[in-house]
Antibody, heavy 118, light 107 residues
Framework: EVQLQESGPGLVKPSQSLSLTCSVT????????WGWIRKFPGNKMEWMGY???????SYNPSLKSRISITRDTSKNQFFLQLNSVTTEDTATYYC????????????WGQGVMVTVSS | DIVLTQSPATLSVTPGESVSLSCRAS??????IHWYQQKSNESPRLLIK???QSISGIPSRFSGSGSGTDFTLSINRVESEDFSVYYC?????????FGAGTKLELK
């Protein structure tokens, strides 16, 4: 069974970097696409980006140059780094698997809530 | 970016009723729409892909329709476990975007 699990700090200070790990079991991240999605307080959802089976990436332009998604295939993990965070980055962050067409997201992690506050 | 408008924002129903949830795109997106259900304190669950394609393990009372700009998620005879928030998501063009959600609540 495909399972995804996010991990990382629940509290980040403004201007610092947010770093999250998604650990995948039951499926290799060298297949399919793997994404990060966040849900803000108030329920708005935002696609942040993905990393492909080959390691190529695509990001939401709204995040400009602040975002980076990388991976460690030996550990079957992929990572999110979001730089220069503000309080507006407070959200629940989900990692998810997508099909070979990059969508839809068919398996999701349980989510990790990240608060940006001093 | 493509804007998805979901309506209504909240739908109050009694178990056994059949309902339709709407998702309207700001431009034509063919059938590149997907529907998710999210229960409180859970992660989203994929219900329907590409407007009308069913997903293994999803009850048959859930169905989707539409193309172009107007899409519908239908629930035939709502059950108590269906009370949650429903989101549509488009994959026609990057960045992928989500609707604001429709909350299905118990009347």
């Amino acid at each position: 069974e495909v399972q995804l699990q996010e991990s990382g700090p629940g509290l980040v200070k403004p201007s610092q970097s947010l770093s999250l790990t998604c650990s995948v079991t039951g499926y290799s991240i060298t297949s399919n696409y793997w994404g990060w999605i966040r849900k803000f307080p108030g329920n708005k959802m935002e696609w942040m980006g993905y990393i492909s089976y080959s390691g190529s990436t695509s990001y939401n332009p709204s995040l400009k140059s602040r975002i980076s998604i990388t991976r460690d295939t030996s550990k079957n993990q992929f990572f999110l780094q979001l730089n220069s965070v503000t309080t507006e980055d407070t959200a629940t962050y989900y990692c998810a698997r997508a099909g070979l067409r990059r969508v839809p997201f068919d398996y999701w992690g349980q989510g990790v809530m990240v608060t940006v506050s001093s | 970016d493509i804007v998805l408008t979901q309506s209504p924002a909240t739908l109050s129903v009694t178990p056994g009723e059949s309902v339709s949830l709407s998702c309207r795109a700001s431009q034509g997106i063919s059938t590149s729409i997907h529907w998710y259900q999210q229960k409180s304190n859970e992660s989203p669950r994929l219900l329907i892909k590409y407007a009308s394609q069913s997903i293994s393990g999803i009850p048959s009372r859930f169905s989707g329709s539409g193309s172009g700009t107007d899409f519908t998620l239908s629930i035939n005879r709502v059950e108590s476990e269906d009370f949650s928030v429903y989101y549509c998501q488009q994959s026609y063009s990057l960045p992928y975007t989500f609707g604001a959600g429709t909350k299905l609540e118990l009347k």
